[in-house]
């Protein structure tokens, strides 16, 4: 499948650390079948509500086909645990704990090390306006995590990505801006 072109690629661009935040986060667990098991979605299932969203869950599938053999790091924090434990689902919270162990041991592994701690706290609340209290705790520690992009599934914090790329230097992408810097390279991970 092909997913217009809009972002342009090269192999520096492709995103190596990779915050996924809680809508992200969720659509991996609520999906799985879909994403890994190519299991159909029924007319009901409630991503049909966003306009974008089937474009994005196949981008997330793709990106999830290759996530074996490229060198991604998706990176969760002690904050991204809080918003998932507000939801009340103890399933999603356990998914949630064992995606950030998964982490952990990358971050362990990592010859990458993280030096955006000084970073945190950057995100003034007046520059940023826009950003909601959580969206700005999960984006400074997206930074004190040297992460390189921020990888949601909401459709409102992206349209103000070139404001936080230039501010901030972090990229905000949906997944599928993410497959975009990444479709020209994905035969290498195959």
């Given at each position: 499948?092909?997913?217009?072109?809009?972002?342009?690629?090269?192999?520096?661009?492709?995103?190596?650390r990779?915050?996924?935040?809680?809508?992200?986060?969720?659509?991996?667990?609520?999906?799985?079948?879909?994403?890994?098991?190519?299991?159909?979605?029924?007319?009901?299932?409630?991503?049909?509500?966003?306009?974008?969203?089937?474009?994005k869950?196949?981008?997330?599938?793709?990106?999830?086909?290759?996530?074996?053999?490229?060198?991604?790091?998706?990176?969760?924090?002690?904050?991204?645990?809080?918003?998932?434990?507000?939801?009340?689902?103890?399933?999603?919270?356990?998914?949630?704990?064992?995606?950030?162990?998964?982490?952990?041991?990358?971050?362990?592994?990592?010859?990458?090390?993280?030096?955006?701690a000084?970073?945190?706290?950057?995100?003034?609340?007046?520059?940023?306006?826009?950003?909601?209290?959580?969206?700005?705790?999960?984006?400074?520690?997206?930074?004190?995590?040297d992460?390189?992009?921020?990888?949601?599934?909401?459709?409102?914090?992206?349209?103000?990505?070139?404001?936080?790329?230039?501010?901030?230097?972090?990229?905000?992408?949906?997944?599928?801006?993410?497959?975009?810097?990444?479709?020209?390279?994905?035969?290498l991970?195959?």
């Amino acid at each position: 499948m092909h997913i217009g072109h809009t972002t342009k690629s090269n192999f520096e661009n492709i995103p190596r650390r990779i915050f996924l935040d809680s809508s992200t986060l969720q659509t991996l667990q609520d999906y799985g079948g879909f994403l890994y098991e190519n299991e159909s979605l029924t007319p009901s299932d409630r991503i049909h509500r966003d306009a974008r969203g089937i474009q994005k869950l196949d981008a997330l599938r793709f990106i999830m086909a290759v996530t074996e053999r490229a060198q991604f790091e998706f990176a969760l924090s002690e904050n991204s645990l809080f918003e998932v434990q507000k939801r009340g689902d103890l399933s999603y919270l356990n998914w949630a704990y064992d995606v950030l162990d998964h982490w952990r041991a990358c971050l362990t592994e990592s010859e990458r090390l993280i030096t955006g701690a000084s970073l945190v706290n950057r995100i003034d609340p007046t520059a940023f306006g826009y950003l909601g209290t959580g969206d700005r705790v999960l984006l400074e520690d997206a930074l004190s995590l040297d992460c390189d992009t921020f990888m949601t599934m909401e459709n409102k914090l992206p349209k103000n990505a070139g404001h936080i790329k230039k501010a901030l230097g972090i990229r905000v992408f949906t997944p599928v801006e993410v497959w975009e810097a990444l479709r020209p390279w994905a035969g290498l991970f195959r």
